[in-house]
């Protein structure tokens, strides 16, 4: 056989191969799967954004509420969207000073209130009062030591709300989210003592109030207290110190 | 109801259901349709009302621009959504005209990080920054780029100088 030939007979059985594929089913076939993905993501995406979503919140500024760490938490969409939140709810929100970040903080005053909080408490005990304007909301982080939040960048206005964070997802059954700044209260932990060295959520606390205490699981028993200051515990975590 | 027409019934259902649920997602994030009227916005837009292609993209991305016409949330009022013009985005020293019924006065104010200013083009029937003040960027719902309706009219709204 000559190269010519020889070469006109691969080809040609290449040809023959080719057009034994069934084209036309296979791209019937990914067509309609792909629309089948795209219908599935459009109504998880109407469900999310609508009813009820899912996020992924981390930050100090919700201690002990919610984890240094990040939790994730479920989100009730309508409660906002119908204008129905009330004083104490955690609810999701875009940043007024980055709009690209999201913000989980506790609502302290709806409009028309009167809110007093402390300008900065680990400076002292400056309180100021402020009245929130129509329109708007007034929210804070339970940690206030470690929280940029309404007391820097004022009243909020109601439409950069996202969503009211009800639940959170761990790996035990689902646990409600604290609503109410009186609850913050009941948490009941365990004291060990200093010989253990796990690293513990809560030492994070301490870090925040400038006492370190990385190497002693230090958990806090918080049985009454003040409604406005939380614990925190000393470098050798043997007591618990109540501001 | 027989076994057949059910079967078609909830087949037309999921249909529909599967039809608003891609022209919502469409609505919402890729280029929407408003309705909006007012005067704040001669001579840009009629009093009576106009209907207009909101492209949600801009907003999103970040890349809105001073001149641009936008739909944003009311600071005053959640469940109203207004149309005006952005006059300074953040950082920018805005010079407005404080009452311009009532006289020359005017002010200037720096726009902070992650405010824009808006203003109406009918500034003297507009409740717009010059009352309420910088407005976070998150309540920026959509940049309107296009009137459709009334026909007469059919054009895209531009930045003004």
């Not at chain 1, 913000?103 to 400076?123: Q, S």
């Not at chain 2, 001149?67 to 805005?94: C, F, H, Y």
Request: glycine content about 10%; some cysteine; overall charge positive.
């Amino acid at each position: 056989m000559s190269l010519g030939s020889r070469a006109a007979a691969v080809f040609g059985g290449a040809a023959r191969r080719a057009a034994a594929i069934p084209w036309r089913g296979i791209v019937s076939d990914s067509l309609s799967r792909a629309f089948l993905v795209a219908k599935t993501l459009c109504a998880v995406h109407v469900v999310n954004a609508h009813l009820c979503g899912v996020a992924f919140v981390l930050g100090p500024s919700m201690l002990p509420t919610m984890n240094l760490t990040g939790d994730v938490v479920a989100v009730d969409r309508i409660t906002a969207r119908w204008g129905s939140v009330a004083v104490g709810d955690v609810v999701l929100l875009l940043s007024p000073e980055n709009p690209r970040k999201t913000v989980a903080k506790r609502i302290m005053g709806l409009e028309g209130d009167a809110v007093t909080y402390l300008v900065d408490p680990a400076k002292g005990d400056e309180s100021k009062t402020a009245v929130v304007p129509k329109g708007h909301v007034w929210v804070q982080g339970d940690n206030i030591y470690a929280s940029r939040d309404s007391r820097q960048f004022g009243p909020v206005p109601y439409g950069l709300i996202q969503g009211r964070i009800f639940c959170r997802v761990k790996r035990t059954p689902f646990e409600s989210i604290i609503s109410g700044h009186q609850k913050v209260l009941d948490l009941s932990v365990k004291r060990r003592s200093s010989v253990e060295s796990s690293f513990c959520q809560f030492a994070s606390i301490s870090a925040i109030y400038k006492h370190v205490c990385w190497y002693n699981c230090c958990y806090l028993t918080i049985t009454a207290g003040r409604t406005d200051r939380p614990c925190f515990c000393n470098e050798s975590c043997f007591d618990m110190k109540f501001l | 109801m027989s076994l057949g027409s059910r079967a078609a019934a909830v087949f037309g259902g999921a249909a529909l259901a599967k039809t608003l649920c891609a022209v919502h997602v469409v609505n919402a994030h890729l280029c929407g349709v408003a309705f909006v009227l007012g005067p704040s916005m001669l001579p840009t837009m009629n009093l009576t009302g106009d209907v207009v292609a909101v492209d949600r993209i801009t907003a999103r991305w970040g890349s809105v621009a001073v001149g641009d016409v936008v739909l944003l949330l009311s600071p005053e009022n959640p469940r109203k959504t207004v149309a005006k013009r952005i006059m300074g985005l953040e950082g920018d020293a805005v010079t407005y005209l404080v009452d311009p019924a009532k006289g020359d006065e005017s002010k200037t104010a720096v726009v902070p990080k992650g405010h824009v200013w808006v203003q109406g083009d009918n500034i003297y029937a507009s409740r717009d920054s010059r009352q309420f003040g910088p407005v976070p960027y998150g309540l920026i719902q959509g940049r309107i780029f296009c009137r459709i309706w009334p026909p007469e009219s059919f054009g895209f709204i531009g930045q003004k100088a």
